[in-house]
T-cell receptor, first 114, second 112 residues
Framework: NAGVTQTPKFQVLKTGQSMTLQCAQD?????MYWYRQDPGMGLRLIYY???????DKGEVPNGYNVSRLNKREFSLRLESAAPSQTSVYFC?????????????FGEGSRLTVL | QQPVQSPQAVILREGEDAVINCSSS?????VHWYRQKHGEAPVFLMI?????EQKGHEKISASFNEKKQQSSLYLTASQLSYSGTYFC?????????????FGGGTRVLVKP
């Protein structure tokens, strides 16, 4: 049982390049999330998907797009990376209802934009 | 809207107690608590629900004051393993979907 799997774990980009962070969960969870965490800071919600086929903006959505490909997968895309997007990105899932269950996090993807 | 945590940091000796507070300016449906060790992903500790239901960790307790829109996490007889950064996350009553927003975190260091 892998839980939440994120790829890649590390990535270095140049300003203006694009990339997609992949996330998959094998727990049959309805809800999935993308957070970013800057050094010494808290977790800020980028986008979330309460169920398959829906996505909603979080606190810091600018510069990102997401796709809930199916119930298992939720990807995060940076169309034109900027140094301000240097961060650790965590994908998480929960289900069936957030308020009755915990959030399971992936190991994180460490992104550096030069 | 992010909840506000206090204090930002606390240093304890093994066996001492500490309280971490989390407050919101809006009505809360639930409060989540997570702990994160350096370089690792956050790990679930507990959920406190509107109406008083609580699920969580054996040795760490918490309270939820719905009227004041506040929650407190109690670290009792702290152990070295309690060191880490603690985050509260909140779900608002009128939030769309399952939107969980985290506070800025409280760094806890337990010394021998």
């Amino acid at each position: 049982n892998a839980g939440v799997t994120q790829t890649p774990k590390f990535q270095v980009l140049k300003t203006g390049q694009s990339m997609t962070l992949q996330c998959a969960q094998d727990m049959n969870h309805n809800s999935m999330y993308w957070y970013r965490q800057d050094p010494g800071m808290g977790l800020r919600l980028i986008y979330y998907s309460a169920s398959e086929g829906t996505t909603d903006k979080g606190e810091v959505p600018n510069g990102y797009n997401v796709s809930r490909l199916n119930k298992r997968e939720f990807s995060l895309r940076l169309e034109s990376a900027a140094p301000s997007q240097t961060s650790v990105y965590f994908c998480a899932s929960s289900g069936p209802e957030l308020n009755t269950g915990e959030l399971f996090f992936g190991e994180g993807s460490r992104l550096t934009v030069l | 809207q992010q909840p506000v945590q206090s204090p930002q940091a606390v240093i304890l000796r093994e066996g001492e107690d500490a309280v971490i507070n989390c407050s919101s300016s809006k009505a809360l449906y639930s409060v989540h608590w997570y702990r994160q060790k350096h370089g690792e992903a956050p790990v679930f500790l507990m959920i406190l629900l509107k109406g008083g239901e609580q699920k969580g960790h054996e040795k760490i307790s918490a309270s939820f004051n719905e009227k004041k829109q506040q929650s407190s996490l109690y670290l009792t007889a702290s152990q070295l393993s309690y060191s880490g950064t603690y985050f509260c996350g909140t779900v608002l009553i009128k939030a769309a979907g399952n939107k969980l927003t985290f506070g800025g975190g409280t760094r806890v260091l337990v010394k021998p």
